[in-house]
């Protein structure tokens, strides 16, 4: 069964309802827990500061009644100073009287003055409940000088406010804001899902055309860079698959069409033998030959198309050795001698010195023979090829083959390189498979050789690779094969 996952729009919606839920935890927590112990905190430490104010200024002549009065009154809260024997040097109530609790307790004063004496910081402070109104009060004492010898203390008592109510309320208008936000993000996720799915199900649908064969297609990013980088390339993908897919129906014509015929020569040849020339010698021999000949060309069609798919899949290793690239011509050109004298062909070769490179020697003999037999192919009626070794710079060398045929259209120059591409309107079916220049890419690509060609019609076509190496002899003069050029 295909696995379905969810989609863009649910996933969404689904993100920001957490997010709106994570904001109404986060926020409840934060008034419905911590709220009250961040407002102790926050009263404790107040009073704290307060107490320490008073004990750096009690011995301040500055630091009146008056002074202390404001103190007590712009904080809420109650202030007693008593002296070492525990009678009042000062007292005032901010609060309610029924609210202060320090000036009623009586012996319980004796009691927390012991227990902020004994403390290891000379600072008690406690939670005491006011049995009137049932509330919590912040009781807070602190010794004056010494613990060991107090000078007196410091008494301060202010109300802790209940909160509940106050939390109840906040909690109740945290729950519709954010009941509000969840219906507000479920709206802004519903119209940020359409906005990001649209481009993206354009894609899908122009993908899903693509599919079916219709590589003509044409996707639609727009709205997002990312969107419009992923059209592009696709755009690309689908310009690519349809110039695999025409070459692909090439191949079968192509194929289907350089099988068949030497079959039928085979096969009819084969014929002949068996019912004409079995007793005859002579045309036995010739007919044999001719199955010989064609059963060649199925042979080196096949290996062929098991060389290039090697090479396009990575199979084929590269074994490197040194050696003289200027020879390596001579010695290939000396081959097609036979093929002068027979049929009128005319190859002029050009160097200028002699050029070593390191190579796979095998692979880079193949580019060669597969460049010359294009050239031999597609010449023109004077059946010249050209064959010039030149230096681009002293670590460079570059071979040139040029045919003089009809040339190359200039629309046509990207797809010659393509395997199993064939101009057959301009071939001369003389050598070859129609897979050379597909093999000769595949073997200059592996050794990072740069390659080109460039042709003009009517005057003919040069096809060009560049060797890494050094020159070990410079000539004076060119040396030939068959006929000599003179460069100069």
């Known amino acids: 069964m295909k696995k379905r996952f969810k989609s863009i729009r649910l996933t969404v919606w689904l993100y920001f309802s957490i997010f709106v839920v994570s904001i109404f ?24 500061d307060i107490a320490r104010y008073i004990l750096v200024g009690w011995s301040s002549d500055e630091f009146t009644d008056t002074a202390l009065d404001k103190l007590a009154y712009d904080n809420d809260m109650c202030i007693l100073i008593l002296d070492a024997y525990g009678s009042r040097v000062y007292s005032y109530d901010a609060m309610p009287a029924s609210n202060c609790l320090i000036h009623g307790f009586g012996a319980e004063l004796y009691r927390y003055r012991a227990l902020a004496a004994e403390s290891t910081t ?18 807070f004492v602190m010794v004056l000088g010494d613990r ?5 203390y410091i008494f301060l008592n202010t109300s802790l406010e209940p909160l509940e109510s106050t939390i109840g309320i906040i909690n109740r208008q945290i729950l519709w804001i954010s009941l509000l936000l969840l219906f507000l993000g479920l709206g802004i996720s519903y119209f940020l899902a359409r906005l990001i799915e649209a481009p993206l199900a354009r894609i899908t649908k122009s993908a899903q055309k693509m599919a079916q064969g219709d590589y003509t ?23 690519e698959i349809s110039q695999i897919d025409e070459l692909r129906r090439d191949l079968i014509a192509n194929t289907s069409h350089d099988l068949r015929t030497p079959l039928t020569m085979v096969k009819a040849y084969a014929e002949m033998v068996r019912d004409l020339s079995g007793d005859n010698p002579e045309k036995r021999r010739e007919h044999i030959g001719i199955i010989i000949e064609e059963s060649d060309r199925l042979a080196a069609l096949v290996n062929d198309i098991l060389d290039l798919s090697k090479l396009e899949s990575g199979a084929a290793e590269i074994n490197k050795s040194t050696f003289s690239i200027t020879k390596k011509i001579y010695e290939i050109m000396g081959r097609y001698t036979l093929l002068s004298e027979q049929q009128g062909y005319r190859f002029f070769v050009s160097t200028s010195c002699d050029f070593e490179t390191e190579a796979d020697i095998i692979k880079i003999e193949q580019v060669l023979y597969n460049l010359i037999n294009n050239a031999v192919n597609y010449t023109g009626e004077n059946k010249t090829v050209y064959i010039t070794q030149l230096l681009v710079d002293d670590e460079t ?22 395997r199993y591409y064939r101009a057959e309107k301009n071939k001369r079916e003389v050598i070859g498979t129609g897979l050379g220049l597909s093999i000769v890419k595949q073997i200059l690509k592996q050794h990072n050789f740069k390659f080109g060609v460039r042709s003009e019609t009517g005057i003919g076509s040069t096809f060009w690779f560049e060797v890494k190496g050094r020159v070990t002899e410079k000539y004076d003069d060119d040396d030939d094969l068959g006929e000599v050029q003179d460069n100069d």
């Open 25 to 48: 935890v986060l926020l409840w927590f934060t008034f419905s827990v911590s709220l009250e112990a961040n407002y102790r905190r926050a009263k404790t430490k107040t009073i704290s």
């Open 122 to 139: 000379g600072i008690f402070y406690t939670e005491i409940k006011n049995p009137r109104f049932n509330n919590n009060t912040l009781l």
């Open 148 to 152: 060991s010898d107090p000078g007196g």
């Open 217 to 239: 297609v044409t996707f639609d990013g727009h709205g997002y860079a990312e969107t419009e980088q992923l059209a592009d390339v696709l755009n690309y993908a689908a310009e």
């Open 397 to 418: 060398a570059r071979i040139e083959i040029t045919d003089t045929g009809k040339g190359i259209e200039p629309e046509l120059m990207p797809l010659i390189f393509d």
